[in-house]
Every structure is written in C-alpha cells, then in structure tokens.
C-alpha cells in the first residue's frame, strides 16, 4: 500500500515561492499517477494539478496555470509542486494524491486512491 507525505509548507508573503515535497513509499511510486489538491478553510476541496507516471503529461487547475509546477522524480520517490508569485488565496492545505488506474477524471478527487496528511500554505498580503 503507498503512502504518501507532504512536506514543504509554511506562512510567505505574495509574490513569494515555495516548492512543496511529497515523498512515496510502500509500493512502486512510477506506477501511480499523481495529483495536487488543496483545501482552504471553509471551503471545498479543489483540484491543482496532476502528472502522469513519468512526467510527460501535466493538467492543471487555471487559477494556477503558469504559477504552478508539478513535477516528480520516480527515482527518489518524490512529487513535487513549485509554487511561483503566491497569492493569498492560495492559502490552504495541500495535499499529494496516487491512483493507478487510467482516467481522464484528472481533477476529480474520488479518482485517487491514496492521499497524504497535508500541509499548510498560508500566503500574507
């Protein structure tokens, strides 16, 4: 079973950066495609991006488009999510998800079977 920890989070200013780590173990991480929510307080999860097993395909959520990048590393075991130009509403906790199976259904969170624990952004004005 593949479980999964996020790391990388913490209080920045807007405009600021942060590349947030989620690290794999239990099973054989490049064979898991992989996906970014976050969830602000009060709110719904949301979709941020996804990849695919070797990283050639990526999709990501358009109130992030050209700010985020996802990216992974199967040869560490590692997903990863650079965070460019943070604003404050990109404040919430963001969490690393897996699945196996082949879906279009990239931004849906009832396609992945695994998630990790989160960790918090918070992004001042």
């Known amino acids: 079973q593949l479980q999964l920890v996020e790391s990388g989070g913490g209080l920045v200013q807007a405009g600021d950066s942060l590349r947030l780590s989620c690290a794999a173990s239990?099973?054989?991480?490049?064979?898991?495609?992989m996906a970014w929510f976050r969830q602000a307080p009060g709110k719904e999860r949301e979709f941020v991006a996804y990849?695919?097993?070797?990283?050639?395909?990526?999709v990501y959520a358009d109130s992030v488009k050209g700010r985020f990048t996802a990216s992974r590393d199967n040869a560490k075991n590692t997903l990863y999510l650079q965070m460019n130009s943070l604003q404050p509403d990109d404040t919430a906790v963001y969490y690393c998800a897996a699945r196996m199976t082949a879906t279009t259904e990239h931004m849906s969170g009832k396609s992945y079977d695994y998630w990790g624990q989160g960790t918090q952004v918070t992004v001042s004005s």
């Open positions: 239990g099973d054989i991480f490049s064979t898991y495609r």
């Open positions: 990849i695919s097993r070797i990283g050639v395909s990526t």
